[in-house]
Each structure stands twice: as C-alpha cells, then as structure tokens.
C-alpha cells in the first residue's frame, strides 16, 4: 500500500477508515447507543481484511472458467463463492471484494453483541440488525448522481431475532468497469458480497448493440483491470425508448434468475432515465425522501 493508515471521526460515534483504495464509513450501535470504540476496533479489522484480500491478489484476478482457482483464505473464498452463486464465468472473485470486506468488518462487529451495524465501503454496504432495528437505505438511477431518488427499508422478518442484508450498485461511471449501458443496477441480497457480484451481473446484462454505444477493450481503460480483453462500455449517447426497455429486461431477467435461486432478494436497474424493478422493490421502495 502507498498511504498510510487512516481513521477520520464523523457524526454519531460513526468512523472513517482509510487506506489505500478502501474508504469504509463504520456505524454501530447498542439499542440506540453508538459505540465509537467498537467502531474504532472495527476499522483495524478493515485494514486487516483489506491485507489479506491485497496477498490473494494474482489469485482473485483469475476468471471462473479457470479450474485451479481454490481459496482456503476466508476472504478470499467468500469471493469465490459469491461469484460463483452469481454465475457469469467472465467475473472474476474481484467482483465481490468491496461488498466482502464490508462483510466481514460488519461480522466482526455483530459477533460482538451490537445490535446494529451498518458498514458502508464506498457504496458498498453490509448491514447486521437485531429486532426491533431497522435501516432506510437511498438508491440512486444514477452512479454519478450525488442525490438520492427514493429509498427502500431494510427490517428484521416477523418472528426473526435478526437479520443481514447487502446493498451494492453498479453502473455506467462507477467505480468499476462495466460491460453494459444501465446508469445504475442496484442489488438487495443477504449478504454484501452477493450483492456486489450481482450488481457487477446485473448491469453487464444491460448491454444492448446500438450506434450510441461506444466499448473499448477493458484493458485499454485500466492497464490493470482483471477482465481484460472484454469490451466495456465508456460512453452512452441518447438512447430510444425501445433500446432502454430491452436494456432492463435484459438485466431484469438475470435478476429475476437470481431471485428464483435465492441468491438475492431483489434488484432495481436504470439506464438513462426509465427504470424498472423485482417484487421485492415494488413493494418496498419509497419515492418521497425526506
């Protein structure tokens, strides 16, 4: 790594930690106490997971199609297995690293009694709660809208103790590469590794040919990216109506797979203004924000 270590105080007892290319806020809480030291505990932790993630590098770059890939590390096998979950043999275990640290900070904080924790590593985010908890989550139709468009409760099922859940979006202009055209494809899954691999899925179904889209090779865009030598999108003129309705069915109809499986509970995908959604969105999301 070429920074240092760095953990930064925010708002209610919440904590930044820094290093390198992970920015991971950290919120816990018994019943409605927030607990700064714990989060000060967990952000090591989140150094911790990174390191081990950064050793398991050349390993994690390896596509599924390549038989040998085996992790005994637990990072980097929950990777694995969330991928895998997923399906698309063109991700590789990188797919899921920012939602799997999330994970694991988030585990390693609810394993110790707290009664709420929400993780979020640069919009990926791992939720624990325990009933009666809950959380509001805000979603965007757009990565690079700084603004939320509505937003979507997250509860503890009836006649459940408590509950996890992962939220991940990817898209046109995000962190990551993308192979398709969705400005946002957001997951709900059990855990943030899940749904960092699918949401990674999910907008790359969104691909549709059409003169307004322009891909290059992924390694001409990141000489060090981990899916080199397929197409990715770099730029998305305006686009009919037609071209946007296939682009979310496509997509839809990976999520809807993945839902069928069990692998999420839900997805909302946008490209370019029209949205569509699952069940699990439909009769949640809530479009007044406060």
């Known amino acids: 790594m070429l920074t240092d270590r760095t953990v930064h105080p925010l708002a209610e007892g919440s904590v930044m930690a820094e290093w390198g290319p992970m920015r991971l806020s950290i919120a816990s809480f018994v019943g409605k106490v927030p607990q700064r030291e714990m989060n000060l ?6 150094f911790d997971c990174l390191e081990r993630v950064a050793r398991l590098r050349k390993e994690l770059r390896k596509p599924l199609k390549n038989k040998s890939l085996l992790l005994k590390e637990p990072l980097g096998a929950r990777m694995l297995e969330s991928v895998h979950a997923i ?34 590593n ?45 939220v991940a979006t990817s898209g046109l202009g ?39 889209v322009v891909r290059r090779p992924a390694e001409t865009m990141d000489t060090q990216t981990d899916i080199a ?15 946007r309705r296939n682009a979310i069915s496509q997509s839809l109809a990976l999520a809807e797979e993945l839902v069928k499986r069990g692998t999420i509970l839900g997805a909302m995908v946008a490209v370019d ?16 924000i406060l």
Do not use: Y
């Not at 030598?229 to 071209?243: A, M, N």
């Open 41 to 46: 505990a967990a952000a090591e932790e989140a």
């Open 87 to 120: 399906g698309d043999r063109n991700l590789t275990p990188m797919a899921a690293v920012a939602g799997t640290i999330a994970d694991g900070v988030a585990d390693f904080l609810f394993s110790r009694g707290l009664t709420k924790v929400i993780i979020n």
């Open 229 to 243: 030598g397929i197409p990715v999108t770099v730029q998305v003129q305006e686009l009919d109506h037609k071209t």
């Open 273 to 288: 203004g029209k949205i569509g959604m699952t069940s699990f969105f439909e009769n949640h999301i809530i479009t007044d």
């Open 174 to 212: 995000g962190r990551s590469l993308t192979c398709g055209i969705a400005s946002a494809a957001t997951i709900i899954a059990n855990t943030a590794s899940l749904a960092d691999a699918a949401a990674t899925a999910v907008a790359n179904a969104s691909f549709v040919d059409h003169p307004g």
């Open 122 to 166: 640069g919009g990926d985010i791992s939720v624990r709660l325990m009933a009666p908890h809950s959380v509001w989550v805000g979603l965007r139709e757009d990565v690079n809208s700084e603004g939320f468009s509505s937003r979507i409760p997250l509860n503890v099922p009836p006649k459940k103790e408590g509950a996890s859940f992962g």
